[in-house]
């Protein structure tokens, strides 16, 4: 589970650059296989599982969140 979380972690902080949050649109397609539409399709729907923040009109993620899960092999394209 720690390489896991390592993983993660790693993939993540070369789109994050330290930030706690990141604009949905920064993380697909470039560190999950999601097309930008198919995620806000998915988001809209409720069937994202991950939790989103609305600031302003855009989307974002908590960095943590996103850590966790890819550690936890929780994605299914």
Known sequence: ???AY???AAAV???????ALLPVADVFPSILPLEYQT???KI????????VLK?????FIRTYDLVNFLA???FRA
């Open 6 to 8: 390592q993983w993660a």
């Open 39 to 41: 995620v806000r399709n």
């Open 44 to 51: 809209s729907n409720g069937s994202f599982p991950l939790p």
């Open 55 to 59: 600031l302003g009109s855009k989307n």
């Open 1 to 3: 589970m720690q390489d």
């Open 13 to 19: 902080e070369q789109v994050a650059h330290g930030r």
């Open 72 to 74: 936890g092999g929780n």
